[in-house]
């Protein structure tokens, strides 16, 4: 046998079998062996701690500043249509580059991106915790984004090249899902304590002690090979696919005060569907191009594709309107407010890893995902009904609950589906798009949203403040109202992901004994 890709060390071809691929690379055991690779590195489990802490760190900040957004917002005098920025200006900016910081791991390997991604993850986190105006916290949080699309993917080729026993890979997968999976728990938790104890700056400063304990541990403890000095960069395509989500959150985001007939809200978003669909023409003329069409022509990877980007616009846009709900309407603090979301969280790890997962070698993919979407939009549903006093335990809970059940009804079989049976060398590029579509469709949910909530709530108080003694409660009645009318419109978004899912994932279930490999998520929550 004549191995293409032989290791370093001469051992002899009679020895050695193939054991795993990972990133073109085959690792190999020696006849009889069942541990280890011989070439494993003894100081590996400690490299997974860095890298899981710096995953943690990039998970937490996707809801760690849910928390904080209302005092941000009273203390940076932030109006209601432009908060939504905090979340969409992180998201954003990931979500649209992460295909390229899978890239430039490539490029220049995957220890030095995973260093840089930290470094400038700590500087624009703390750039954030300083913040004196809106602009400067806006541009802080999309600075984080970029630095977060170079970090995720490298992180996650590093456990990937670092573990290649298969057994050793799934205990280390499972770690690292596991923080996806509570990271979102802990950032709400954690933003509560900062935000009421200390002040709302240090649920962004909190990322720097955590960078530099990780980039201390990536010096001493992790390894890469050189960067592949072949890989290519698709800047055009890069301008192109980022351009146009920024132009489409942003029309949607100028839909509030400038109305929806508006002519710069209808160019900005014409122009960014232009602006992708001459992506999608690029990437099929394009040398290197940032995402392979032929990754999307599968039916059941682009029907998981859009089914996770639908349930996330409803699912971001929640987070915003029940942190602002709980916080400012029924006025919890931001402790009691982290620890009520707690239940949704909890109900996704569940839905996920006790339902999901124990069904899928039985199942086809949407015999999960479609009654998943149907539970969450059940959930939403009851929110629908919320009042100025509404009742946590018997009117919200239930809905959190139905809600978290259904994501991880879906979670799990989407990203499993997803990146089933692809090619090696797509096996990165197909987990990133799972990822992309999940950090767009935050980015254009919580614009989106946000908008319609604003909107429908001024016009509901424009029309019932007719005496000025009752401006207080009519307000607040008004808010509630464009909350329940935006949440509407999550339901049927939550619909359309499970008639998706239903009409597009014809997948049949996973033979016993070969699960589909599943991507981990970059949040799940």
């Known amino acids: 046998m004549t191995s293409k890709s032989a290791p370093d060390d001469a051992i002899p071809e009679d020895a050695i079998r193939p054991d795993s691929w990972s990133s073109g690379r085959m690792s190999v055991t020696r006849t009889g062996e069942t541990g280890p690779p011989v070439d494993a590195d003894p100081r590996r489990w400690w490299g997974l701690v860095i890298i899981a802490l710096a995953q943690l760190m990039v998970v ?3 809801t760690i500043v849910n928390i904080a957004l209302p005092s941000a917002q009273t203390d940076l005098h932030m109006s209601d249509g432009n908060r939504q920025w905090v979340i969409t200006a992180y998201t954003l900016a990931f979500g649209g580059l992460l295909l390229l910081g899978g890239r430039i791991a490539d490029l220049v390997g995957r220890k030095r991106t995973f260093i840089f991604g930290l470094i400038g993850f700590a500087a624009a986190s703390a750039l954030g915790g300083a913040a004196t105006g809106s602009g ?16 995720a993917p490298s992180a996650l080729s590093l456990l990937t090249t670092t573990f ?6 799934g205990k280390a997968f499972g770690i690292y899902g596991a923080l996806a999976g509570s990271g979102s728990a802990i950032g709400f938790i954690v933003g509560g304590l900062l935000t009421e104890y200390l002040d709302w700056r240090w649920c962004l400063y909190v990322n720097v002690p955590i960078a530099v304990v990780a980039v201390f541990g990536a010096f001493a403890l992790l390894h890469d090979r050189p960067g592949h000095s072949g890989a290519r960069l698709d800047v055009p395509g890069v301008l192109l696919g980022c351009g146009g989500l920024v132009a489409i959150v942003y029309g949607f985001s100028e839909a509030e005060p400038r109305g929806w007939s508006d002519p710069l809200v209808l160019g900005l978003i014409l122009g960014g569907v232009a602006l992708l669909v001459t992506f999608v023409w690029w990437q099929t003329r394009s040398p290197s191009p940032l995402l392979p069409l032929h990754i999307v022509k599968d ?30 309407i029924l006025g919890y603090s931001p402790v009691k407010t982290g620890l009520a979301f707690l239940p949704l969280t909890v109900a996704i790890i569940i839905g996920s890893t006790q339902i999901s997962a124990r069904l899928l070698t039985h199942v086809a993919p949407r015999v999960l995902m479609v ?15 919320m009042t100025v006093n509404s009742d ?10 139905l809600m978290g059940l259904g994501m991880g009804l879906t979670f799990m079989p989407v990203f499993s589906t997803a990146t089933a049976g692809v090619a090696p060398q797509d096996a990165g590029v197909t987990s990133a798009t799972v990822n992309t579509s999940q950090q767009v469709g935050g980015s254009i949910g919580t614009a989106l949203l946000n908008t319609i909530a604003t909107t429908s709530g001024a016009t509901y108080i424009a029309a019932h403040l007719h005496n000025p003694a009752q401006r207080a409660l009519v307000t607040r009645e008004g808010v509630v109202h464009g909350y329940t009318v935006a949440i509407w419109c999550a339901v049927g978004i939550m619909l359309l992901a499970g008639l998706v899912a239903g009409l597009m994932v014809t ?9 589909a490999e599943a991507a981990v998520p970059e949040s799940v929550a």
């Open 136 to 151: 400067m916290l806006f541009g802080a949080r999309a600075l984080q984004g970029v630095f977060a699309a170079v970090l």
């Open 60 to 62: 937490l900040d996707a």
């Open 392 to 401: 946590y335990t018997t009117e919200i809970l239930p809905a959190l609950l």
């Open 507 to 515: 997948a049949k279930a996973p033979k016993h004994g070969a699960p």
């Open 371 to 385: 009654p998943g979407m149907v539970l969450a939009a059940g959930g939403m549903l009851i929110l629908t009904q």
């Open 164 to 169: 290649t026993d298969p057994k050793e890979r």
């Open 299 to 328: 039916r059941n990877r682009a029907g998981c594709f859009l089914t996770m980007g639908l349930a996330v616009i409803g699912m971001f846009g929640l987070f915003l309107f029940m942190t602002y709900y709980l916080q400012v």
